[in-house]
């Protein structure tokens, strides 16, 4: 089955540039998705189809993929930016969707 | 804007049963597929059941098959999921999405969720 890893932290000091990372097996034929989770709140889709972005979520949020690797990256940090960070893909091979175990990010 | 707004969840003991709904606005319900997504107490995000606009094709996570149903009534706008024989490693946050657009498509708008807690 599809594993999607995460570094379970990441550390930026604000107007920094954070990258959180996400590896997995033949991750290069499947697309990406990123979601922001803040605490008691509800996922947030940030990131979707490796590069694109929702409508109304800042160009500061942008992901991008190198072979078995996907990245969100995001420009600026802002205090505000801090959250539990998901990847996610689906899985062909048996119709499932995989998440990451996800990234906290903590805007120093 | 697509509002998602999920009910039923609850306290119930292990062994026992429990019907979570959704209902959305903002959007044609009837053209959109559906998953549900749980999230044990801190703990990471899991899929657990999809389905398509009609309903004929449905999906789920290897540790619900068999257990849940998920199910949909278009003229309601209403997403549904029943849950048996629940365990306690059931206990979390149940949300309803909408899926996206696209091969492998996202899950582009969430509710706010429901818990369940499975214990005696």
């Known amino acids: 089955s599809n594993v999607l890893i995460q570094p379970p932290s990441v550390s930026v000091a604000p107007g920094q540039t954070a990258r959180i990372t996400c590896a997995g097996d033949?991750?290069?034929?499947?697309?990406v998705h990123w979601y922001q989770q803040k605490p008691g709140q509800a996922p947030v889709l940030v990131v979707y189809?490796?590069?694109d972005r929702p409508s109304g979520i800042p160009e500061r949020f942008s992901g991008s993929k190198s072979g078995n690797t996907a990245t969100q990256t995001i420009t600026r940090v802002e205090v505000g930016d801090e959250a539990d960070y998901y990847c996610?893909?689906?899985?062909?091979?048996?119709?499932?969707?995989?998440f990451g175990g996800g990234t906290k990010l903590t805007v120093l | 804007q697509v509002h998602l707004v999920e009910s039923g969840g609850a306290l119930v003991k292990p062994g026992g049963s429990l019907t979570l709904s959704c209902i959305v606005s903002?959007?044609?319900?009837?053209?959109?597929?559906m998953a549900w997504i749980r999230q044990p107490p801190g703990k990471g995000l899991e899929w657990v059941s999809y389905?398509?606009?009609?309903?004929?094709?449905?999906y789920y996570s290897d540790a619900v098959k068999g257990r849940f149903t998920i199910s949909r009534e278009n003229a309601q706008n209403a997403l549904y999921l029943q849950l048996n024989n629940l365990r306690p490693n059931d206990t979390a946050v149940y949300y309803c999405?909408?899926?996206?657009?696209?091969?492998?498509?996202?899950?582009?708008?969430w509710g706010q969720g429901t818990l369940v807690t499975v214990s005696s």
């Open positions: 999405a909408r899926v996206g657009e696209g091969y492998g498509p996202p899950f582009d708008y």
């Open positions: 903002g959007s044609s319900f009837r053209d959109d597929d």
């Open positions: 389905t398509t606009r009609s309903g004929r094709t449905i």
């Open positions: 033949d991750l290069g034929s499947k697309t």
């Open positions: 189809h490796d590069t």
């Open positions: 996610q893909v689906w899985d062909s091979s048996n119709d499932h969707w995989v």
